[in-house]
């Protein structure tokens, strides 16, 4: 219903903002990453949810599209509402979530807040078709089963890495189809110690 609210930052909380739009304040609930780079007195462009319960209509806000299209994706999931979404979104950035269920990794999903372990599956049977293939920090990651090694994958998760830590190192060894995967295992723990 409303798409976005541009306005005049009056008040900061702790979990939402009050803009003041010519002489309205609408409270706007937002991830607290967002809420921390805000100040008082600032022009800002949040865009919006209105979220339209029996007892109350609250705002869920954005500063920027990436977060509000993830919103949007994690309220589309059954048991997930607003409030959830918005602390998921607290505690993750978008390209992360994303990369956690291109790599199907539910270990990242289920120390999100409010998410276990069937939910974080849920997630990832609702939402695998709807992120496709993504780009984080210039990599392209398609399906995993094409790009890595089974037996590497399984000994790297042994150790305590999780997807998220070990598709990206496996996209920077070159000519890993060829490799055995006592080589790849080396390889990619030489890359993740460098990384630290």
């Known amino acids: 219903m409303i798409g976005f609210i541009k306005g005049k930052l009056d008040y900061l909380g702790s979990d939402h903002c009050i803009l003041d739009n010519n002489g309205i304040g ?17 022009e800002v462009k949040a865009f ?4 339209v319960r029996e007892d ?25 509402g607003p409030k959830v979404a918005l602390g998921m979104l607290s505690a993750a950035k978008p390209d ?14 289920t120390k999100l807040p409010g998410i276990g372990k069937k939910t974080a599956e849920r997630i990832l049977l609702e939402l ?3 992120v496709g293939s ?31 830590e070990i598709l990206p190192v496996f996209k920077q060894i070159k000519a890993r189809d060829t490799m055995q995967p006592e080589e790849i295992i080396r390889q990619a723990l030489k890359l993740m110690a460098g990384r630290k």
Request: net charge negative.
């Open 96 to 109: 992360a979530f994303y990369l956690a269920v291109q790599s199907r990794d539910l270990t990242f999903l």
């Open 134 to 164: 993504i780009a984080v920090d210039g990599i392209e990651f398609a399906d995993s089963a094409e790009v890595v090694s089974d037996d590497a994958m399984e000994a790297l998760l042994s150790l305590g890495y999780t997807n998220s």
């Open 26 to 42: 609408y409270r706007i609930f937002m991830p607290l990453g967002q809420l921390a780079v805000l100040k008082t007195g600032q």
């Open 56 to 80: 109350a209509l609250l705002l869920y806000g954005f500063l920027t599209r990436d977060y509000y299209s993830l919103f949007l994706q994690l309220i589309s999931v059954s048991g997930i």
């Open 128 to 130: 695998k078709d709807k």
């Open 48 to 51: 919006t949810y209105l979220s």
